[in-house]
């Protein structure tokens, strides 16, 4: 979708396109569909990592305790929203073998236990060995260190996403 079609939009159909940029959180879409105009994918972007970064602690592990485990509980019942189900198929974590995804589990479950919110990270960038070797030293993180580099993936999770759905040539396509 082009950029103006994307300025175009009433805010229903906006918040229809990209409500899922953060994961179940459509909070994020609705709040900056205010910034129209946007002047490109980027512009779009920043106005959602602006409203994140703008949200009490409380609200920024919100959206973090919104995202799915890595090949967890909803992954294995068929419940991801699409755009995660092909994520964590890019990233190899749908076809781990016992052994790995048994340590994915049992870490998963660590980091749980300790922050009170999943490990996130762009699984897009991030391939099954580094995910589990992201994973196996975020654990020795402290609380606030999570939160932003939770949130620091996050926004590249949406970043991508908004590559999928809007039209960036010419537009760097890393942060
Ligand atoms: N837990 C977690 O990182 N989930 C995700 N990462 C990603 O790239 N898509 C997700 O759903």
């Given at each position: 979708m082009q950029v103006s079609k994307v300025n175009a939009l009433d805010y229903e159909e906006f918040i229809e396109v990209f409500g899922n940029v953060i994961e179940h959180c459509p909070l994020c879409a609705a709040a900056v569909?205010?910034?129209?105009?946007?002047?490109d994918v980027r512009h779009l972007h920043e106005e959602i990592c602006r409203f994140i970064d703008d949200l009490p602690v409380a609200g920024r592990e919100g959206i973090l305790r919104c995202h799915p485990d890595l090949a967890g509980r909803l992954a294995r019942a068929g419940q991801l929203t699409k755009e995660s189900k092909r994520e964590q198929e890019a990233a190899g974590v749908t076809s781990l073998t016992p052994e790995e995804s048994q340590r994915l589990d049992s870490m998963n479950h660590s980091y749980r236990e300790k922050f009170g919110f999943p490990f996130v990270i762009c699984a897009r960038r991030n391939k099954k060995e580094a995910i589990l070797e992201g994973l196996r030293t975020r654990l020795n993180n402290s609380l606030e260190a999570e939160v932003e580099k939770g949130i620091m993936e996050v926004k590249n999770i949406c970043y991508l996403r908004l590559l999928d759905l809007v039209d960036h040539e010419g537009v760097e396509s890393r942060l």
């Amino acid at each position: 979708m082009q950029v103006s079609k994307v300025n175009a939009l009433d805010y229903e159909e906006f918040i229809e396109v990209f409500g899922n940029v953060i994961e179940h959180c459509p909070l994020c879409a609705a709040a900056v569909w205010k910034h129209r105009p946007f002047s490109d994918v980027r512009h779009l972007h920043e106005e959602i990592c602006r409203f994140i970064d703008d949200l009490p602690v409380a609200g920024r592990e919100g959206i973090l305790r919104c995202h799915p485990d890595l090949a967890g509980r909803l992954a294995r019942a068929g419940q991801l929203t699409k755009e995660s189900k092909r994520e964590q198929e890019a990233a190899g974590v749908t076809s781990l073998t016992p052994e790995e995804s048994q340590r994915l589990d049992s870490m998963n479950h660590s980091y749980r236990e300790k922050f009170g919110f999943p490990f996130v990270i762009c699984a897009r960038r991030n391939k099954k060995e580094a995910i589990l070797e992201g994973l196996r030293t975020r654990l020795n993180n402290s609380l606030e260190a999570e939160v932003e580099k939770g949130i620091m993936e996050v926004k590249n999770i949406c970043y991508l996403r908004l590559l999928d759905l809007v039209d960036h040539e010419g537009v760097e396509s890393r942060l």
